[in-house]
């Protein structure tokens, strides 16, 4: 079992430069990295979840090179990062300069990547393990969300939770690649990105991915 997990990241992991967002650094898994070649049967001896913090997503580096680009999107506000995974979506908005940031992610090893990746961007980024569907969306400006949509019933879920903060006067931005699930109508794209990936994540090693929100 694992029992410091900063260690096992700052192990497992090397810092690198998603090729989206040159100018943030994380700590990633790649094929040079212990972690990369671990099976999922290993993983889970090892009491470690599906490690997602430690890739770069095609939707999170598209949706945080536009707030890099757009700054006015996060400058001053209050921000929340839906199932941040690596917190990029939090570090993007620090450092297009949100007030604060909070990264949500049920996976507790997430705690660790984002403080890892809070601290080599130089910025301070909160963190909840809380399963935020649970209750009703928190009173903050903005609340940014990557890669969700990736089984029917959970984004199902998240999309109904993502409208209601809508509703109660969140900015919502959303970053896809075209998952399956992810809804044809009812939102307004702002942005698209030809992302790049790797064939060991996804299906092609360029992603057409979009930045989306709520119509107003």
Same mark, same amino acid.
């Not at 620090?94 to 990547?113: K, P, T, V, W, Y």
């Not at 896809?176 to 794209?189: A, I, S």
């Given at each position: ?13 090397? @810092? ?71 917190? @990029? ?26 403080? &890892?990746?809070?601290? +080599? ?48 006067? &969140? ?23 030809? +992302?790049?990936?790797? #064939? ?7 992603? #057409? ?8």
């Amino acid at each position: 079992m694992i029992i410091d997990r900063r260690d096992f990241i700052l192990a497992n992991t090397r @810092l690198q430069r998603p090729p989206h967002t040159p100018e943030l650094e994380l700590y990633l898994a790649d094929e040079i990295t212990p972690i990369w070649r671990l099976t999922e049967e290993e993983l889970g001896e090892m009491g470690l979840p599906p490690p997602f913090w430690a890739f770069a997503w095609a939707g999170g580096q598209a949706l945080a090179r536009y707030l890099l680009d757009h700054p006015a999107e996060a400058e001053g506000k209050s921000v929340v990062d839906f199932a941040s995974g690596s917190g @990029l979506l939090a570090i993007a908005a620090m450092r297009a300069g949100a007030r604060q940031a909070l990264a949500a992610d049920i996976d507790s090893f997430c705690h660790e990547a984002v403080r &890892a990746n809070a601290a +080599v961007n130089g910025v301070t980024v909160d963190f909840t393990d809380i399963n935020l569907l649970d209750a009703p969306p928190p009173a903050v400006d903005l609340i940014t969300a990557g890669d969700i949509c990736y089984e029917k019933p959970l984004a199902e879920q998240v999309l109904a939770w993502l409208a209601a903060a809508h509703a109660q006067g &969140a900015r919502v931005l959303i970053g896809d690649p075209g998952r399956t699930y992810f809804p044809k109508d009812g939102l307004v794209k702002l942005g698209e990105y030809q +992302v790049e990936t790797t #064939r060991e994540l996804e299906d092609m090693t360029v992603k #057409r991915t979009c930045v989306w929100t709520f119509p107003a």
